[in-house]
């Protein structure tokens, strides 16, 4: 064996490598694109990924704080691929999340509740304005929540003004600003 430095030559193989596994992932998904959309799931899983790091100060504390995305991908992916797609946004999205987190909440599972509802209001209302159904979406869905936290889940007052403030602000900004821009990129 040789001793010392390597060889230009050597040097520019190892720059230049690829990586197979990546190489062949990205040739799996361009075969399959040829017989299905791929487009969903690539926003589905851009949601879930927002989603989980929106929502990961969850895992450290526990704040009365509703800012996430799935109402978001649930209204966005039903108006643009369909309800069974929004519901699969609405599951996944916070299902992500949970996982994330490490953290399993009853309450968890009435707040997709609420995602599903805004998926299937969205597909039953109807509409091209991606920011005008949204918001309408989101009251709706904000109402149903404010029923299952004062009537079920049992929250107190402070927890659920401040749970449906923050989420109805939180999707005026993310509707107001982005819902024409990821409407459009959608394809």
């Known amino acids: 064996m040789r001793k010392g ?33 791929l487009w969903p799931i690539i926003f589905l899983t851009l949601f879930c990924i927002g989603n989980t790091f929106i929502l990961s100060f969850k895992r450290y504390f526990d704040a009365p704080i509703d800012i996430e995305l799935s109402t978001f991908a649930a209204i966005l992916m039903t108006m643009k691929y369909g309800l069974n797609i929004g519901l699969l946004a609405a599951f996944f999205t916070k299902f992500s999340s949970m996982m994330y987190n490490k953290k399993i909440k009853v309450a968890y599972f009435f707040m997709m509740s609420s995602y599903f509802v805004a998926a299937i209001f969205t597909y039953l209302i109807g509409g091209s ?30 927890e659920i003004i401040s749970y449906g ?23």
């Open 5 to 37: 430095k390597p060889s230009k030559s050597r040097l520019k193989s190892k720059i230049f490598q690829v990586n197979k596994k990546i190489l062949f992932l990205l040739l799996m998904l361009w075969i399959v694109s040829f017989f299905i959309n």
């Open 129 to 158: 304005n991606p920011v005008i159904l949204g918001l309408i979406v989101t009251v709706i869905s904000n109402i149903y929540l404010v029923l299952i936290r004062k009537f079920v889940t049992r929250y107190s007052s402070f």
């Open 165 to 187: 403030i923050s989420n109805f602000l939180f999707n005026l900004v993310l509707f107001l600003g982005f819902a024409d821009i990821f409407y459009a990129l959608m394809v």
